[in-house]
């Protein structure tokens, strides 16, 4: 089991859902971040005075699937968020020792 | 303000005119004082989304609080110190002559002013209360509630009241020529122009704003950290409301419904607008951007300036007066971070220098073509309003400047002003009002049933940006498809 984490642009979303259900994902975790990568920020300014954004809105995506799914997993939510613009995000991913469902109890790839 | 028609003075009752009452003027009066009210919500709106979120509360409360206790005070005395006989030099209105209101319910309407004192009592009632609630500006997200309430009693008792009285009660006589009423010494002995409170309004609130800022010291954190407005849209609904309700302040400042409420409305219509494109032309050229909150500020800037000379100049000085504004305090309002002072909302860049621009603007622009019959330097009438205006604008700005300090200092050393470091780092709303003006974090409890992701979806516009389905999201988290 591995759990893919993506940081991508925010309006990318929607199409990162749409491709990872066509690859038969039946869940994913959305969470608002903040951060920069080679993008860095932007000013902004309010009468007068400047402000440095050092950090960019972004959305991380979490998605837990087996093993053999992840390449082809991976290989679609980095076709779907890519715009080719600096800033795009990255995409991650790690191993996963143990998962568990909480209404069945259900245990390892069972509970995916 | 307006000289004549001021129905109050009607001091022989007789009984024989009270059908003259002049419906027109009365009904104007009554709507023009429900417009200057609904600007200080306007104005907590205006300055509300200019604080941090976690000073919203705080801020807007701060506007309401004044509104309430101005109210009663005006009633009980207020109006009384402002408007009564004047007790000598001009100083002071005799606060016990309507303590009360008393004996201003009777019909007092008469052939010489055809407006019920009531109608007059209400108007100027609201004056008082925006003046004092445009000072919180500079005092922004640090100052104990309590503490600002008991300087909102002594601001408006000490200063406010008094100078309501040499600015706006004007002197009357009777059809023989005799003085039935004496009024204040800036209207009367130096004859300044102040048509609807540049003096007494802009430039007290903004002396008294510096005084203020000074007194209580910067917000922790100023002139490092990013204290950007967090909510622009409520600052452009508030200038809008300032905008709107600013047409009862200056054209109801002509106490009737006539040409002179005429004049001064379409002047005040189009400074406004002169001040806004002054302002967005000096950010487009000095930032590189011409910005929302620049834009409402020009609005409000040219409100200010036009606010004395509204009766006294042209439209085409009015777009005069409100460029100049505009550009001088899209200039002024950087000027804070060269000097230390932490007036956070500009109340002195924008209230002071529009205050200013417009009363001793009305020394070089005033035409003897307007209501107000006066020429001007530039329109051949030399210098004699010019230092009338000077004088008049010095003096307000002086004495509320020093008045205000004290006041702010003897709080300051008594019961304290200002809130803790720690209580200003947490946010004041929740310190002071036990309140959080936006339910942000789902775990904070209150959340909607839709869950946590309804509650992502409703709250954070990134998600809801992000595609045209936004709404299947709460839909989608309760049938548990979750990761």
Avoid at chain 1, 46 to 69: M, T
Avoid at chain 2, 231 to 236: A, F, G, I, S, T
Wanted: proline fraction near 3%; charged fraction near 15%; charge should be negative.
């Amino acid at each position: 089991m591995k759990l893919v984490t993506a940081v991508i642009k925010p309006f990318k979303l929607e199409d990162v859902k749409t491709a990872l259900e066509l690859h038969g994902v039946e869940g994913l975790t959305v969470t608002e971040v903040q951060g920069f990568g080679r993008q860095r920020g932007h000013t902004e300014v309010y009468r007068g005075a400047e402000y440095q954004v050092d950090f960019v809105p972004k959305v991380k995506i979490e998605v837990l699937v087996s093993a053999e799914r992840c390449p082809a997993v991976v290989e679609a939510l980095v076709e779907a968020a890519r715009t080719g613009q600096i800033g795009d995000g990255k995409v991650w991913v790690t191993p996963v020792e143990e998962l568990a469902r909480v209404r069945t109890g259900e245990r390892g790839p069972d509970a995916l | 303000m307006g000289l004549f028609n001021r129905g109050r003075m009607a001091v022989e009752r007789q009984e024989d005119v009270l059908a003259d009452i002049n419906t027109g003027d009365t009904a104007w009066i009554l709507t023009s004082a429900a417009l200057v009210l609904l600007m200080t919500p306007g104005l907590a709106l205006f300055y509300g989304g200019m604080v941090r979120a976690k000073s919203v509360l705080n801020m807007m409360m701060m506007s309401f609080g004044a509104l309430a206790l101005i109210s009663v005070l005006w009633v009980l005395y207020g109006y009384s110190m402002s408007f009564g006989n004047d007790v000598g030099a001009g100083l002071l209105g005799n606060p016990t002559e309507f303590l009360g209101l008393k004996g201003l319910m009777e019909d007092t309407t008469s052939e010489g002013g055809g407006l019920p004192v009531m109608a007059f009592v209400g108007f100027q009632a609201v004056f008082a209360i925006i003046t004092t609630a445009l000072i919180s500006g500079a005092i922004a997200e640090r100052a104990k509630f309590g503490s600002w309430m008991v300087f909102v009693a002594i601001w408006v008792t000490i200063v406010y009241f008094p100078i309501a009285h040499w600015v706006f009660d004007f002197t009357l006589t009777d059809a023989d020529g005799v003085v039935t009423h004496v009024g204040g010494w800036i209207a009367n002995n130096l004859g300044a122009i102040d048509f609807a409170g540049g003096t007494a309004v802009h430039i007290n609130a903004g002396a008294a704003g510096l005084a203020l800022a000074i007194v209580l010291g910067k917000r922790t954190g100023f002139g490092g950290e990013a204290m950007r407005p967090h909510n622009l849209p409520l600052v452009m609904i508030g200038a809008g409301l300032l905008w709107f309700g600013w047409f009862g302040f200056n054209a109801g400042s002509a106490v009737a419904a006539n040409n002179t409420a005429a004049v001064a409305w379409v002047n005040t219509f189009v400074a406004a607008s002169a001040a806004c494109l002054g302002w967005l032309v000096v950010e487009k050229l000095r930032d590189g951007h011409s910005t929302s909150l620049g834009g409402a500020s020009g609005v409000v800037a040219g409100l200010v300036a036009i606010t004395p000379a509204c009766s006294a100049v042209e439209p085409i000085g009015a777009i005069a007066l409100g460029v100049i504004s505009g550009i001088l305090a899209a200039l002024a309002v950087g000027l804070k971070y060269r000097f230390g002072f932490d007036d956070s909302l500009d109340v002195v860049g924008v209230h002071l220098v529009g205050g200013l621009v417009g009363t001793i603007g009305v020394g070089f622009l005033a035409t003897s073509a307007a209501p107000a019959g006066v020429d001007g330097l530039i329109y051949g009438g030399g210098a004699d309003q010019l230092w009338r205006q000077v004088v008049g604008a010095l003096a307000v700005l002086v004495v509320s400047f020093v008045a205000t300090y004290l006041i702010g200092f003897l709080i300051e050393k008594t019961i304290g002003f200002r809130i803790s470091e720690d209580d200003e780092m947490d946010g004041i709303d929740t310190v002071v009002h036990a309140e959080t003006g936006y339910d942000f974090s789902a775990l904070s409890g209150g959340s909607s049933g839709g869950g946590v992701g309804g509650g992502v979806a409703a709250r954070h516009g990134a998600l809801m940006d992000s595609g045209g389905s936004s709404f299947t999201v709460p839909a989608r988290t309760t049938e548990g498809t979750s990761a």
